[in-house]
């Protein structure tokens, strides 16, 4: 018997990387099939090493609710002092003869530069030489919202459904310090495709109004679709991905919310992006 699950992904920030992490990490305008089966791994107790195939042989749309907005987010590391840890005075004679001279308190004493690379600058203090900084530029959406559904197998779509409410570990969307604004859950239905379930299914509030954007898992060669690398085989190590075809269509005035307020989501969380909320 064929079931649909809906998941619903909305947060301040999010994010859906497709490519390998480095100092520039890339997010993706909407999630990725290989991003939320990570999601939904992650809440069903699995690590990294076990076997996915149940999940990847569920079918994958999206709704696109609200898209959000791309922000950058700019981290350096490694540059300038911190503080000094009592292992490093262990380990250094200067600073262990200079620990039983100097007020511990000094904040002089407790400076030192990350040790791959420390230097003294032209008054003397310890720091980081030039060139240690690293540099980070992440790629996030902003104040999006989207409705998933993943349809096959009733068995594994009712699993899904119960670790969401439930699930095993915490939950993000896309890094960790990306924790959802609404419950994942939005709905668990029998004998419902996703198109059918997607378009009737409420939208997320201040949505766009009229037809949303929709991105639905076809069959290869399916007129009008796409290739898109975003097949999940495997998280182990490095994860694996194939190849999948999609079609993009839109979804016709899908219903809007009812009985909610301009300060609260449907399920009562506060919106923080509520221009008229104190």
Request: no cysteine; glycine share 10%; proline share 8%.
């Amino acid at each position: 018997m064929t079931a649909t699950v809906l998941i619903r992904l909305s947060a301040p920030m999010q994010s859906w990387g497709n490519q390998p992490r480095g100092a520039y990490r890339a997010s993706s305008v909407r999630p990725t099939k290989s991003g939320v089966l990570g999601l939904v791994a992650n809440a069903l107790g699995r690590d990294y090493g076990d076997n996915i195939d149940d999940l990847a042989a569920l079918r994958f749309a999206v709704r696109v609710d609200r898209p959000g907005t791309i922000e950058l987010d700019y981290h350096t590391t490694g540059g300038g002092t911190v503080p000094l840890l009592p292992g490093n005075v262990l380990g250094n004679p200067a600073w262990r003869r200079k620990a039983k001279t100097v007020d511990p308190h000094d904040p002089d004493f407790y400076e030192y530069a990350p040790p791959a690379s420390i230097g003294r600058d032209k008054n003397g203090e310890l720091t980081s030489k030039p060139g240690n900084t690293n540099q980070t530029r992440d790629r996030y959406l902003a104040d999006a919202s989207f409705l998933v559904a993943l349809t096959g197998d009733h068995t594994v779509t009712t699993s899904i459904a119960a670790a969401l409410e439930n699930p095993e570990r915490a939950v993000y969307l896309g890094r960790k310090a990306y924790t959802p604004s609404e419950p994942l859950l939005a709905g668990h239905h029998e004998h419902t495709d996703a198109p059918e379930a997607l378009t009737a299914a409420p939208r997320a509030a201040r949505s766009d109004t009229g037809d949303l954007l929709a991105v639905f898992e076809v069959a290869p060669g399916t007129a009008g679709s796409a290739i898109v690398h975003d097949q999940p085989i495997s998280y182990a190590g490095t994860i694996t991905r194939g190849a999948r075809a999609e079609s993009r269509p839109t979804l016709v005035n899908p219903p809007h919310q009812t009985g909610t307020t301009s300060r609260t989501t449907e399920h009562g969380g506060y919106d923080f992006f509520e221009e008229n909320t104190p």
